[in-house]
């Protein structure tokens, strides 16, 4: 009976050894086929859109670092003319949470024109968001921006989604307390995205009438 058992046991071990293993080499993959796609500002090249990813945002109307370092990226490459519109994508699935707004207000207070930013309510994920840009809001070549360590699943699933996409990262500071659970999160996420993206490409949560990015970004106002 102890045989049995330590068999079992020994055989459990190699299980979970071996899962792990799996995991660290899908997420090394995904990282080295977004990494491809990364380039500085000032090579990125002319696009249709620059895709802001979104990230928390509190309460009183203020957005996190990392969102708020995402949107200077972002603001930055629309001022060098990498593209004519900017596109942010995030969680506003509750009227009491809402991203995008606040990311279009961050940007407008720039002096960027309101019709020049356009809102997806619905980018719930990051594939979500990917998918909606191009079937929503009929993106073809997109510069995406987020933090590095997202932006190469970002690139992944985008490329794999039939866009031209490139990515600048947004890494202006550094983020105490957040980054070691952010890194472990995306090692999950990446597998996860690997076979969403590569395998089974689902439609999500929700699509919609088509709101080409080159008319008028007013046109996803909500308020």
């Known amino acids: ?13 190699a ?27 000032q090579d990125a090249p002319q696009a249709d859109a620059i895709l802001v990813l979104g990230a928390r945002v509190f309460s009183n109307g ?20 990498k593209a004519a519109k900017i596109l942010v994508s995030g969680d506003h699935g509750q009227k009491e949470y809402d991203e995008v707004n606040t990311m279009k207000n961050f940007l407008k207070e720039k002096d ?7 809102m997806d309510h619905a980018g719930f994920s990051t594939y979500e968001s990917l998918y909606r840009a191009r079937d929503i809001f009929q993106v ?3 510069i995406i921006v987020t933090q590095e360590y997202h932006l190469m699943r970002a690139l992944f699933i985008a490329r794999e989604l039939g866009l031209e996409a490139y990515g ?49 970004g007013r046109a996803t106002d909500d308020q």
Not at 176 to 204: C, Q, W, Y
């Open 1 to 13: 009976m102890r045989r049995r058992m330590k068999g079992f046991l020994f055989c459990l071990s």
């Open 15 to 41: 299980l979970a050894v071996a899962a792990v293993i799996y995991a660290l080499i899908v997420s090394h993959y995904v990282q080295q086929e977004g990494k491809k796609y990364i380039v500085e500002a």
């Open 62 to 81: 203020n957005v996190s670092l990392m969102l708020r370092d995402r949107l200077t990226v972002g603001y930055e490459l629309y001022q060098e003319k």
């Open 112 to 118: 960027i024109p309101s019709e020049d930013i356009f």
């Open 140 to 142: 073809k070549k997109v």
């Open 168 to 216: 600048v990262p947004s890494d202006k500071h550094i983020y105490h307390g957040v980054m070691l659970r952010s890194e472990l999160r995306e090692i999950a996420a990446r597998n996860k995205d690997f076979f969403t993206a590569k395998l089974i490409k689902p439609k999500p949560t929700y699509l919609g009438e088509v709101i080409p990015v080159t008319g008028d």
